[in-house]
């Protein structure tokens, strides 16, 4: 199929030897989502994995002992989908099911934004009621979604005895999903139970108050779903090539400051790709 599996949250060693290996042909395109998983959201990029810069430098850098000369590019692609027709009606309809399901009664139908307010405010003081916690009118909404986020993320590494590693929240969720799949669960439900969790947070990852203000495009307003996104209508894909970067001029400094340079790439790949998404 032109592709291979990677294994999220652990060190995969298979994986690393097979990208490298591919980056060393001559011929090879390897495609790499440097962000690592899905955020489901339309027009924001989340932070690079080093590893997408890394491997390639590593590459170039031993390719060139033997020929100063060699090419190696990394081409920055930014993607993102729009609906091709009017998402009006399926905006009321998923808005509608969402405040039956909550037993809400809109104040003004036609304002679709204090809606999605009225049915976000409604499930963060929920799920809040779950997990035991009480509401600080002192916070605002951000504030209070990064406290269901640790609360969620040091529940599930409580439970299965795992020291905190001080990583960003998603690292530290797809560390604890590769466990789940690599052990035996106890009972089914506490299985299920854990899964979901993680889910949840991959979920609360990427929300923040005031992304479909920013922009109300009926992408923005139909991101959210658990665990796999549906798409609500026909979809089309489009795609904006970056300028290309010939990893070759930067062996140099990989080789005088590793830590440095791949850090300065992946913040300028990472730039290119959100301009270019918002363009």
């Known amino acids: 199929m032109g592709c291979y599996s990677i294994r999220r949250g652990l060190g995969d060693r298979a994986s690393i030897a097979q990208t490298l290996s591919l980056l060393k042909e001559s011929q090879a395109q390897v495609v790499i989502f440097p962000e690592g998983g899905c955020s489901y959201q339309n027009d924001t990029v989340m932070p690079f994995r080093s590893g997408a810069i890394q491997m390639p430098l590593q590459v170039v850098a031993q390719l060139t002992k033997k020929d100063p000369d060699v090419d190696l ?4 692609i930014s993607l993102k989908y729009r609906y091709t027709q009017p998402m009006t009606f399926v905006i009321e309809e998923t808005l509608q099911g969402l405040e039956q399901e909550l037993g809400m009664v809109p104040e003004n139908s036609e304002d679709f934004y204090q809606r999605l307010l009225a049915i976000a405010a409604l499930v963060i003081t929920r799920i809040e009621t779950e997990f035991g916690l009480t509401s ?4 605002d909404w951000n504030q209070r979604i990064e406290r269901l986020r640790y609360h969620g993320i040091t529940q599930c590494e409580q439970q299965l005895a795992l020291q905190s590693n001080g990583a960003p929240i998603r690292e530290r969720v797809y560390r604890i999903q590769a466990l789940l799949e690599a052990e035996e669960p106890q009972t089914v439900a506490e299985d299920d139970a854990l899964y979901w969790m993680t889910v949840r947070l991959l979920n609360f990852d990427a929300i923040y108050d005031g992304y479909v203000a920013a922009n109300p495009t009926p992408e923005r307003f139909l991101v959210y779903q658990i665990e796999h996104i549906k798409p ?6 489009i795609f904006r090539v970056g300028e290309p970067i010939n990893l070759k001029h930067y062996v140099s400094d990989f080789r005088g400051d590793k830590a440095g340079t791949v850090t300065q790439l992946t913040a300028q790949l990472r730039t290119e790709v959100q301009k270019n998404l918002a363009e």
Request: aromatic fraction near 8%; charge should be positive.
């Open 136 to 139: 600080d009118p002192t916070q």
């Open 232 to 237: 609500k209508a026909h979809r089309q894909a």
């Open 73 to 76: 590019y990394v081409v920055p």
